[in-house]
C-alpha cells in the first residue's frame, strides 16, 4: 500500500516514511535507504526524511555519515529536540565530544522534561570523569524517577567517587 502511494504521489512524505520503517523491521535496511534516498532526491528540504535517514546509517554503524545526515535533520528542524539528541550521541560514539556536548545541551534546551536527554547529559559527563557535572544532570533525571533504583545506585556511585557507566 505504501508503494501504490507513491507510485499516486512520489512526494508523500508519510508514505515514504512509513515505508522505510517497515523495510527496517523487516531488516532490509538497503532498501529502507533507498527509499529515503529517493525522498530526499525529490524533496531535499523535508526533515523528517533527513532525520529517519540519520537514524537508519547510525544503527548500521555508518557514524560519520549519520552525523552529517543528522546535522542536516537538525538545521531542517530546528525545534525538534529528538534531532540533536540523537547527533549527540552519534557525535559522542565518535569520540567527537565538545560538538556531541553542545548537541546535547541544545536537545536539553528544546525540552528540559525529555528524559532521554538528562540521562544521556549524565552519562556523558560520568564518561568524561565529570562527576559533579554528572551528578548535576543525575539529580535532575532523579527528581522525575524517583523510585529508579538504577538511577539511585548510579548517584551513589558518583557521589561517592566510584566508577559507573550511568543507569540503565
Known amino acids: 500500500n505504501y508503494r501504490a502511494a507513491l507510485r499516486i504521489d512520489p512526494d508523500f512524505t508519510p508514505a515514504r516514511a512509513n515505508l522505510a520503517n517497515l523495510l ?9 535507504e533507498r527509499v529515503l534516498r529517493e525522498g530526499i532526491a525529490r524533496q531535499p528540504r523535508i526533515g523528517e526524511l533527513q532525520y529517519s535517514l540519520g537514524l537508519l546509517l547510525a544503527e548500521d554503524g555508518r557514524l560519520p555519515e549519520a552525523a552529517e545526515v543528522l546535522t542536516r535533520a537538525a538545521r531542517l528542524m530546528p525545534e525538534r529536540a529528538r534531532v540533536r539528541y540523537n547527533l549527540g550521541l552519534t557525535l559522542q560514539h565518535m569520540g567527537r565530544r565538545p560538538a556531541a556536548q553542545k548537541a546535547l545541551l541544545e536537545a536539553w534546551r528544546l525540552d528540559p522534561d525529555d528524559e532521554a536527554v538528562l540521562q544521556a547529559l549524565a552519562i556523558f559527563h560520568a564518561q568524561a570523569g565529570d562527576r559533579q557535572q554528572a551528578l548535576d544532570w ?31
Open 24 to 32: 527496517n523491521a523487516q531488516g532490509r535496511n538497503a532498501d529502507a
Open 138 to 168: 543525575a539529580t535532575r533525571l532523579q527528581k522525575r524517577r524517583p523510585a529508579d533504583a538504577d538511577l539511585k545506585r548510579f548517584i551513589e556511585q558518583l557521589r561517592s567517587g566510584r566508577s559507573g557507566v550511568g543507569p540503565r
